[in-house]
T-cell receptor, first 112, second 114 residues
Framework: KAGVTQTPRYLIKTRGQQVTLSCSPISGHRSVSWYQQTPGQGLQFLFEYFSETQRNKGNFPGRFSGRQFSNSRSEMNVSTLELGDSALYLC???????????FGPGTRLTVL | GDSVTQMEGPVTLSEEAFLTINCTYTATGYPSLFWYVQYPGEGLQLLLKATKADDKGSNKGFEATYRKETTSFHLEKGSVQVSDSAVYFCALSDLKSSASKIIFGSGTRLSIRP
């Protein structure tokens, strides 16, 4: 069974731009969660989508948004990028009925 | 709110040494506890888990026991290898608050000398 895939793996943007990251969960998994990893703040929960609905949300500004499609693939969007948004963004999938999550390799975003 | 505290790194050991990475948690409910490992340039991999008090999770020679009385989930390995060099994260997920949200510790970087 294929694992969680994320695209692109690396991204460079400039301040003020927006960016969209993509995540394809493990086949059959209906839940997709997003996390931000930075050296200063560690791993922080952004939000979770289950069956195309946001089920849980972390403490991030409204510039961070997401969505989930009917095939469970998810996208995360960050608008008006700031230098502090530079991070590794990790996607995790889960069947949705347990608390075990499977992580993708991440997208490394650099904001210049 | 719920939180996880793990020992500061980095931790440097010689090959075949005994490893302990301490982890304690705070939770109002009955969380599941996890250890994740992150190798350089990669995402997180689930190393082991325990879902209730006194459960022992184990994998690849690593072990951790869910101790409710001390709110701890310390990671141990009897004989480490160079390939164990990575960052280790202790984490919890509380079904009461949200099954989908994992709260992570700050991570402990482990380096093993040949």
């Amino acid at each position: 069974k294929a694992g969680v895939t994320q695209t692109p793996r690396y991204l460079i943007k400039t301040r003020g731009q927006q960016v969209t990251l993509s995540c394809s969960p493990i086949s059959g998994h209906r839940s997709v969660s997003w996390y931000q990893q930075t050296p200063g703040q560690g791993l922080q929960f952004l939000f979770e989508y289950f069956s195309e609905t946001q089920r849980n949300k972390g403490n991030f500004p409204g510039r961070f948004s997401g969505r989930q499609f009917s095939n469970s693939r998810s996208e995360m969007n960050v608008s008006t990028l700031e230098l502090g948004d530079s991070a590794l963004y990790l996607c995790a999938s889960s069947p949705g009925t347990t608390n075990e999550q499977f992580f993708g390799p991440g997208t490394r975003l650099t904001v210049l | 709110g719920d939180s996880v505290t793990q020992m500061e790194g980095p931790v440097t050991l010689s090959e075949e040494a005994f490893l302990t990475i301490n982890c304690t948690y705070t939770a109002t409910g009955y969380p599941s506890l996890f250890w994740y490992v992150q190798y350089p340039g990669e995402g997180l991999q689930l190393l082991l888990k325990a879902t209730k008090a006194d459960d022992k999770g184990s994998n690849k020679g690593f072990e951790a026991t869910y101790r409710k009385e001390t709110t701890s989930f310390h990671l141990e390995k009897g004989s480490v290898q160079v390939s164990d060099s990575a960052v280790y994260f202790c984490a919890l997920s509380d079904l009461k608050s949200s099954a989908s949200k994992i709260i992570f510790g700050s991570g402990t970087r482990l380096s093993i000398r040949p």
